[in-house]
């Protein structure tokens, strides 16, 4: 069976993980990715980071970080 492919990480992201975190938070956003990943805790603002593996394997789910959209301010509302 092939490997599969890494999970596409980028900063800004928004994971939730198995375990939660000590202080009950199980929400964590992702500041670092590269061989380790860097997160930190939404709850209570904890950085930790670990193997990009072992992130993959606790991964339970991924909210991709949203990308402003050039062109959509304000001023171009009618009314």
């Not at 956003?29 to 593996?53: F, N, Q, W």
């Amino acid at each position: 069976m092939p490997p599969r492919p890494p999970t596409p990480f980028t900063s800004g992201d928004r994971i939730t993980l198995k375990k939660l975190h000590p202080c009950g938070g199980g929400d964590w956003e992702v500041y670092r990715v590269g061989a380790d990943i860097g997160l930190k805790c939404l709850t209570c603002g904890h950085g930790v980071m670990l193997p990009r593996s072992e992130v993959e394997r606790r991964l339970k789910a991924r909210v991709a970080a949203s990308v402003p959209t050039a062109g959509r301010g304000g001023a171009e509302q009618g009314g």
